[in-house]
C-alpha cells in the first residue's frame, strides 16, 4: 500500500485536504477519449463541472447537474447514495446527457450544511469503471461547515472489523427522555458519515461542537435503528471534531479510497428486538410434542396445563436461551392421547403502554397419525410381520473412533430422557495384553446445562489406552415410552503428542475478575472455550496443529457467556480483545506435541483504547491482507504460467495491478 500522509491539526478543513491531495495522488488532468483498440479502459470518469459550484453557500436551488467527460451511468444507487444529513425524501438522480441530474425533494433545513455522498454508484457507460468516493457539499448558510473526525468501527463479539455502517452525529441537547438514551428513535442526526469496506470512517462537514456519536449497520436500508435487525454503537461521552487529537490521511492506491489514523472506536452489537410480550403460536408437530412461541423474552408463565396430563409428565425444551420459544415434551408412558388436546397457559401480558397484566389462553391443539392407505398400508403390514421390528429409540454418540479426553463422549437422544439408570452403564479398561481382566472404572454421565437431550460421559482417560463401553437395553427411557437397546463400544484415547498445547498464565484485573477465552482456528470457528477462567494458569490440551486466534472476553457479571450492550440503558457490550502474542502478533502457530506458555494481563489487553493501539491493530489487519494478495497474485502468475505452458492463450492477471486510480479527487473536480 502507497502511503503518504497528510496531518490534519484538530478538524482541518477539507479544502485543504482536496488541494493538497489533487496536486499529488488523486487528481488524473488528462481527458480520456474512447480508445480505438488497445489496452482496455480502467479509468473512473471525471468531473467535468458542477452546477451550482461544489461547496456553493447560500443555497436555494432545488436542481444540482454534475458533468462527466463521458456518459455515465448509475449503480446500486440505493445501497452507495446516502445525504448528510438524512433527508426524508431522497433527491431522484437520474442520467442526463453526459452527468447525472440530481432534483431535491424534501424542504432544505435553513443554515444546514448538506453533503450528497454517492459512494460508488456513478460509473462509466462501457466498462462500468466507478467514480469512488464523489461528494457534492452545499450550505443554505453562508458557509461550509468544515470539520473532521476520524474512527475505526468493529463487531463487539468477534473484533471483525465491520464496514459500510453509517456514522450519526447528534445534537446532545434532543435526547429527552430522562434515565435512557432515545436519541436514535426521537431524532435526527445533524450530520451523516459512512465506515469504508475496511472500518475506518473519516466523517466531515461537522460543526465545532459537541456531539452524540453513534454508528448504525442500516440493513434494511431504511436510515432508522430497528433492534434485532441493526447492529448499533455508541460513544459513552460527548466528541466535539475541534477538540479532537490530529490524526493522519492518506490515499489507499489498493483500495481507491481515503483511509485515516481513528480518532476513536465504536464496537457495534445486536440488541434484542423491542416487543411486548405477548403468546404468540402453538402448534402440535407430534402428539407429544408441542411448540410454543412468545413475542418477547422471558415470559412468565404462572400456569400451563392440559386436560388428563399430569405436570409432572411435561418437560420444557427451551429453544433459545432467553426462552421465548420452547417445546413442550410430554410423557406418553401408559398414557392414550387425545386427538385434540386442550389446555390453559396463564402469563403475564403486556399492553401497548408495556404494563404487565395478567392474561389466560385457552389451547386446542390438534394431532392424528399419518394414515397409510390402500396397497402401501397392506405391503408395509407384510413387511413389519416379515422383519424384526426397528427399535425407534435413537441416539447420537460423538466420537466414533478415538476420543478427545477434553471433549470426552456426547450422547445426543432424539428426545428427551424420562428415567435412565447410570448404575447400569459400565465403563472398563481394557487389558494391554491380551488374556487380561479389564477393569470396571467410576464414570459420570451429565445432562447439558441448556440443551436438555444432550448428555456427557466424563472418566478420568489415560491417554492411547483402549476401553470398552458398556450401556445395557432398558437403561434409557424418553418421553415417547422406547427404551434403549443394548449399546457396546470400544474406543481408544487420543495421544496428546498429535496436538498443541497452549497455556495461559492469567493475571486478572482483580481476584473476583472472570473471563472468557475463546480460541480460533484460521475458519474463524471457535474450537475451544473455556469460561470462568480467573488469575491463574489455564492450560488448553489437544489443540489441532495450525494458525491459532485467541479471543477474551472481560465477563463482567461473571455468567459465562458474552453479553451485549443496551442502547437504551446506556449499557455497553461486554469487551472483547484479541489477544496479541510477544511478537507482536494475533496468531499463534501451534504444532504438534509443543507446548507454548503466555503471559495473559488483563489489565493490558483491555486497557484503554488509544489512537496508537487502534493503529497496531488495522496494521495487523492489513498485514493479513497484503499476505493473501500476495498468495493471490502468486496464485494467479502460476496459474498464468501453467496456461502457457500447456499452449494456451493467456488473457493476463485480471484484477491484480492492471486497473487505474482515475479521477479520486474525492468530490472535488479539478
Same mark, same amino acid.
Given at each position: 500500500?502507497?502511503?503518504?500522509?497528510?496531518?490534519?491539526?484538530?478538524?482541518?478543513?477539507?479544502?485543504?485536504?482536496?488541494?493538497?491531495?489533487?496536486?499529488?495522488?488523486?487528481?488524473?488532468?488528462?481527458?480520456?477519449?474512447?480508445? #480505438?483498440?488497445?489496452?482496455?479502459?480502467?479509468?473512473?470518469?471525471?468531473?467535468?463541472?458542477?452546477?451550482?459550484?461544489?461547496?456553493?453557500?447560500?443555497?436555494?436551488?432545488?436542481?444540482?447537474?454534475?458533468?462527466?467527460? !463521458?456518459?455515465? #451511468?448509475?449503480?446500486?444507487?440505493?445501497?452507495?447514495?446516502?445525504?448528510?444529513?438524512?433527508?426524508?425524501?431522497?433527491?431522484?438522480?437520474?442520467?442526463?446527457?453526459?452527468?447525472? #441530474?440530481?432534483?431535491?425533494?424534501?424542504?432544505?433545513?435553513?443554515?444546514?450544511?448538506?453533503?450528497?455522498? %454517492?459512494?460508488?454508484?456513478?460509473?462509466?457507460?462501457?466498462?462500468?469503471?466507478?467514480?469512488? &468516493?464523489? /461528494?457534492?457539499?452545499?450550505?443554505?448558510?453562508?458557509?461550509?461547515?468544515?470539520?473532521?473526525?476520524?474512527?475505526?468501527?468493529?463487531?463487539? #463479539?468477534?473484533?471483525?472489523?465491520?464496514?459500510?455502517?453509517?456514522?450519526? %452525529?447528534?445534537?446532545?441537547?434532543?435526547?429527552?427522555?430522562?434515565?435512557?438514551?432515545?436519541?436514535? *428513535?426521537?431524532?435526527?442526526?445533524?450530520?451523516? &458519515?459512512?465506515? %469504508?469496506?475496511?472500518?475506518?470512517?473519516?466523517?466531515?462537514?461537522?460543526?465545532?461542537?459537541?456531539?452524540?456519536?453513534?454508528?448504525?449497520?442500516?440493513?434494511?436500508?431504511?436510515?432508522?435503528?430497528?433492534?434485532?435487525?441493526?447492529?448499533?454503537?455508541?460513544?459513552?461521552?460527548?466528541?466535539?471534531?475541534?477538540?479532537?487529537?490530529?490524526?493522519?490521511?492518506?490515499?489507499?492506491?489498493?483500495?481507491?479510497?481515503?483511509?485515516?489514523?481513528?480518532?476513536?472506536?465504536? +464496537?457495534?452489537?445486536?440488541?434484542?428486538?423491542?416487543?411486548?410480550?405477548?403468546?404468540?403460536?402453538?402448534?402440535? @408437530?407430534?402428539?407429544?410434542?408441542?411448540?410454543?412461541?412468545?413475542?418477547?423474552?422471558?415470559?412468565? @408463565? !404462572?400456569?400451563?396445563?392440559?386436560?388428563?396430563?399430569?405436570?409432572?409428565?411435561?418437560?420444557?425444551?427451551?429453544?433459545?436461551?432467553?426462552?421465548?420459544?420452547?417445546?413442550?415434551?410430554?410423557?406418553?408412558? $401408559?398414557?392414550?392421547?387425545?386427538?385434540?388436546?386442550?389446555?390453559?397457559?396463564?402469563?403475564?401480558?403486556?399492553?401497548?403502554?408495556?404494563?404487565?397484566?395478567?392474561?389466560?389462553?385457552?389451547?386446542?391443539? &390438534?394431532?392424528?397419525?399419518?394414515?397409510?392407505?390402500?396397497?402401501?398400508?397392506?405391503?408395509?403390514?407384510?413387511?413389519?410381520?416379515?422383519?424384526?421390528?426397528?427399535?425407534? %429409540?435413537?441416539?447420537?454418540?460423538?466420537?466414533?473412533?478415538?476420543?478427545?479426553? !477434553?471433549?470426552?463422549?456426547?450422547?445426543?437422544?432424539?428426545?428427551?430422557?424420562?428415567?435412565?439408570?447410570?448404575?447400569?452403564?459400565?465403563? !472398563?479398561?481394557?487389558?494391554?495384553?491380551?488374556?487380561?481382566?479389564?477393569?470396571?472404572?467410576?464414570?459420570?454421565?451429565?445432562?447439558?446445562?441448556?440443551?436438555? /437431550?444432550?448428555?456427557?460421559?466424563?472418566? =478420568?482417560?489415560?491417554?492411547?489406552?483402549? *476401553?470398552?463401553?458398556? @450401556?445395557?437395553?432398558?437403561?434409557?427411557?424418553?418421553?415417547?415410552?422406547?427404551?434403549?437397546?443394548?449399546?457396546?463400544?470400544?474406543?481408544?484415547?487420543?495421544?496428546?503428542?498429535?496436538?498443541?498445547?497452549?497455556?495461559?498464565? @492469567?493475571?486478572?484485573?482483580?481476584?473476583?475478575?472472570?473471563?472468557?477465552?475463546?480460541?480460533?482456528?484460521?475458519?474463524?470457528?471457535?474450537?475451544?472455550? +473455556?469460561?470462568?477462567?480467573?488469575?491463574?494458569?489455564?492450560?488448553?490440551?489437544?489443540?489441532?496443529?495450525?494458525?491459532?486466534?485467541?479471543?477474551?472476553?472481560?465477563?463482567?457479571?461473571?455468567?459465562?457467556?458474552?453479553?451485549?450492550?443496551?442502547?437504551?440503558?446506556?449499557?455497553?457490550?461486554?469487551?472483547?480483545?484479541?489477544?496479541?502474542?510477544?511478537?507482536?502478533?494475533?496468531?499463534?502457530?501451534?504444532?504438534?506435541?509443543?507446548?507454548?506458555?503466555? =503471559?495473559?494481563?488483563?489489565?493490558?489487553?483491555?486497557?484503554?483504547?488509544?489512537?496508537?493501539?487502534?493503529?497496531?491493530?488495522?496494521?495487523?489487519?492489513?498485514?493479513?491482507?497484503?499476505?493473501?494478495?500476495? =498468495? =493471490?497474485?502468486?496464485?494467479?502468475?502460476?496459474?498464468?504460467?501453467?496456461?502457457?505452458?500447456?499452449?494456451?492463450?493467456?488473457?493476463?492477471?485480471?484484477?491484480?495491478?492492471?486497473? $487505474?486510480?482515475?479521477?479520486?479527487?474525492?468530490?472535488?473536480?479539478?
Amino acid at each position: 500500500m502507497n502511503r503518504k500522509p497528510l496531518h490534519i491539526h484538530k478538524g482541518l478543513a477539507r479544502g485543504v485536504i482536496l488541494a493538497l491531495f489533487a496536486t499529488g495522488l488523486l487528481s488524473r488532468c488528462a481527458q480520456i477519449a474512447m480508445p #480505438q483498440g488497445g489496452p482496455k479502459d480502467s479509468l473512473p470518469p471525471q468531473v467535468v463541472s458542477m452546477t451550482p459550484a461544489f461547496g456553493t453557500t447560500d443555497f436555494e436551488g432545488k436542481r444540482i447537474y454534475i458533468e462527466f467527460d !463521458e456518459y455515465v #451511468q448509475l449503480k446500486d444507487q440505493q445501497k452507495e447514495f446516502f445525504t448528510s444529513p438524512f433527508m426524508t425524501k431522497n433527491p431522484s438522480l437520474v442520467i442526463k446527457g453526459r452527468g447525472v #441530474q440530481i432534483d431535491l425533494q424534501d424542504t432544505l433545513l435553513p443554515d444546514q450544511t448538506y453533503a450528497f455522498n %454517492f459512494g460508488s454508484c456513478v460509473a462509466d457507460n462501457n466498462e462500468g469503471n466507478p467514480y469512488i &468516493g464523489l /461528494r457534492y457539499v452545499f450550505s443554505t448558510g453562508s458557509e461550509i461547515d468544515s470539520m473532521l473526525m476520524s474512527g475505526y468501527t468493529i463487531d463487539a #463479539q468477534t473484533c471483525d472489523t465491520l464496514g459500510n455502517s453509517f456514522m450519526l %452525529f447528534f445534537d446532545p441537547a434532543t435526547d429527552s427522555v430522562p434515565g435512557c438514551d432515545s436519541t436514535l *428513535y426521537n431524532s435526527q442526526p445533524l450530520a451523516v &458519515g459512512k465506515a %469504508f469496506p475496511n472500518g475506518i470512517f473519516l466523517a466531515e462537514n461537522l460543526k465545532p461542537i459537541p456531539y452524540r456519536v453513534f454508528a448504525l449497520e442500516d440493513n434494511n436500508g431504511n436510515r432508522r435503528y430497528e433492534p434485532g435487525v441493526d447492529r448499533v454503537a455508541f460513544l459513552d461521552s460527548l466528541h466535539n471534531p475541534l477538540d479532537m487529537p490530529s490524526f493522519d490521511v492518506w490515499y489507499d492506491t489498493s483500495r481507491h479510497y481515503l483511509q485515516a489514523q481513528p480518532q476513536v472506536m465504536l +464496537r457495534l452489537f445486536m440488541e434484542p428486538p423491542l416487543k411486548r410480550q405477548t403468546y404468540s403460536s402453538s402448534k402440535r @408437530i407430534a402428539g407429544n410434542k408441542i411448540e410454543l412461541y412468545f413475542g418477547a423474552p422471558f415470559p412468565q @408463565i !404462572e400456569e400451563l396445563s392440559f386436560e388428563g396430563v399430569d405436570s409432572s409428565r411435561i418437560q420444557v425444551e427451551y429453544l433459545t436461551h432467553n426462552r421465548d420459544s420452547m417445546y413442550l415434551w410430554i410423557d406418553s408412558t $401408559g398414557l392414550s392421547l387425545p386427538d385434540t388436546l386442550r389446555g390453559r397457559l396463564i402469563y403475564q401480558k403486556q399492553d401497548s403502554l408495556r404494563q404487565y397484566f395478567t392474561d389466560t389462553v385457552s389451547l386446542k391443539l &390438534g394431532w392424528k397419525e399419518p394414515e397409510i392407505k390402500g396397497n402401501r398400508k397392506q405391503n408395509d403390514q407384510k413387511k413389519k410381520e416379515e422383519e424384526k421390528p426397528v427399535n425407534p %429409540f435413537k441416539v447420537s454418540v460423538t466420537p466414533s473412533g478415538t476420543v478427545n479426553p !477434553e471433549k470426552h463422549i456426547s450422547f445426543s437422544f432424539v428426545a428427551p430422557l424420562v428415567t435412565l439408570d447410570t448404575s447400569a452403564i459400565q465403563l !472398563e479398561v481394557l487389558p494391554e495384553k491380551e488374556g487380561g481382566t479389564a477393569t470396571r472404572i467410576p464414570l459420570t454421565f451429565t445432562q447439558d446445562t441448556f440443551k436438555m /437431550r444432550d448428555w456427557i460421559l466424563k472418566a =478420568e482417560w489415560a491417554p492411547g489406552q483402549k *476401553y470398552r463401553l458398556l @450401556i445395557p437395553d432398558r437403561t434409557f427411557r424418553n418421553v415417547n415410552g422406547e427404551m434403549n437397546d443394548t449399546l457396546k463400544a470400544e474406543f481408544g484415547i487420543e495421544m496428546p503428542d498429535k496436538f498443541a498445547t497452549l497455556v495461559f498464565h @492469567i493475571q486478572g484485573e482483580t481476584p473476583q475478575s472472570e473471563y472468557i477465552v475463546e480460541l480460533i482456528d484460521e475458519n474463524g470457528k471457535v474450537i475451544e472455550q +473455556r469460561n470462568h477462567l480467573t488469575t491463574g494458569t489455564h492450560r488448553f490440551r489437544y489443540i489441532p496443529a495450525g494458525n491459532i486466534r485467541v479471543r477474551v472476553v472481560d465477563d463482567r457479571n461473571r455468567n459465562g457467556q458474552w453479553d451485549t450492550g443496551s442502547l437504551l440503558a446506556l449499557r455497553q457490550p461486554e469487551r472483547v480483545e484479541m489477544f496479541v502474542g510477544p511478537d507482536g502478533q494475533e496468531t499463534i502457530v501451534a504444532k504438534v506435541n509443543w507446548e507454548l506458555e503466555y =503471559e495473559m494481563n488483563m489489565a493490558e489487553i483491555f486497557a484503554p483504547i488509544t489512537m496508537e493501539r487502534m493503529e497496531q491493530m488495522i496494521g495487523r489487519l492489513e498485514a493479513v491482507r497484503q499476505k493473501k494478495l500476495a =498468495e =493471490e497474485r502468486m496464485q494467479a502468475q502460476q496459474n498464468s504460467q501453467n496456461t502457457h505452458n500447456h499452449g494456451g492463450q493467456n488473457s493476463g492477471m485480471s484484477g491484480f495491478g492492471t486497473s $487505474g486510480t482515475g479521477n479520486q479527487n474525492y468530490g472535488m473536480p479539478f
